[in-house]
């Protein structure tokens, strides 16, 4: 069972990998262009001893053609940072669970900005509600069937849609699943296996997402959140571990393209 509340007492372990040529072999990105423009691909076929990132038994590594995030301790999340900072973007991702608990978490940070400079090399240990400086949205699924977004502005966080049960997630060790992401402007839409989502949004932007038996109390349920807080920053792959540890989450063949509407990076 989910548990609104539990990720603001998650300790967080943060490991940025930004040096594009270490992150794949046929990795590429560009900063604008019309719509359906490819910005930014990796594969992840580099060897495994090409990438190596440790923070306090937390690590991100490439391994037999995938990004490989091992948050380590429980209450934990580990991220990998790629690409230009953006605007507007489509992205998809593939996604597996390779060994752990079912709660989890695997997704992407996006629009993240933090106080240092692209491309050097960053990690971070820093505490669930973000560090000094640190912004970004959250959008992350479970392998127990759960989807939740969230919003971390200068290190204070906030849950914009609480843990939400969908059909559409293939859950167990080994399933896979794909994750879609649509960014234009303050619009954003969000996809798993090509289903659509639909998030609990509370009704005033002070209370928080609310979802008990099947219900958005306190709110509505919306396919296209709306939010005009942060327009734009770069991506990241994320794996969060909940009350236990052996969460290890793989990533591959990350595409971010120009959307079809309102297309505009920076």
């Not at 992150?23 to 001893?49: H, I, K, R």
């Amino acid at each position: 069972m989910r548990r609104p509340l539990l990720f603001l007492a998650l300790l967080t372990a943060l490991a940025a990998l930004t040096e594009t040529s270490r992150l794949a072999a046929n990795l590429q990105f560009v900063a604008d262009g019309a719509a359906g423009t490819l910005l930014y691909a990796a594969d992840f076929t580099l060897p495994d001893a090409s990438v190596g990132l440790s923070l306090r038994g937390g690590s991100a590594r490439l391994q037999e053609g995938l990004l490989v995030l091992e948050p380590g301790e429980p209450n934990r999340l580990v991220y990998a940072a790629a690409g230009p900072e953006l605007a507007d973007f489509e992205l998809e991702v593939e996604t597996r669970a390779l060994d752990g608990p079912l709660d989890n978490g695997f997704g992407v940070l996006f629009r993240l900005q933090q106080p240092r400079s692209f491309p050097l090399a960053e990690a971070f240990g820093l505490p669930a509600t973000g560090g000094a400086g640190i912004s970004y949205y959250l959008f992350h699924a479970s392998s127990d069937g759960y989807y939740q977004l969230l919003r971390t502005l200068s290190g204070r966080q906030q849950v914009l849609s609480t843990w939400i049960p969908s059909p559409f997630i293939l859950q167990g060790i080994g399933m896979s699943n794909r994750l879609n992401i649509r960014a234009r402007g303050t619009e954003l839409e969000f996809f798993i296996n090509d289903r659509q989502l639909e998030f609990c949004i509370p009704d005033s932007p002070s209370d928080s997402s609310t979802w008990v038996a099947g219900e958005c109390l306190g709110g509505q349920m919306r396919s296209t959140v709306r939010d005009d807080v942060l327009l734009k920053g770069r991506i990241a792959l994320a794996a969060q571990s909940m009350n236990e540890a052996g969460v290890l989450l793989a990533f591959d063949n990350l595409l971010l393209r120009m959307p079809a509407k309102g297309a505009e990076a920076a």
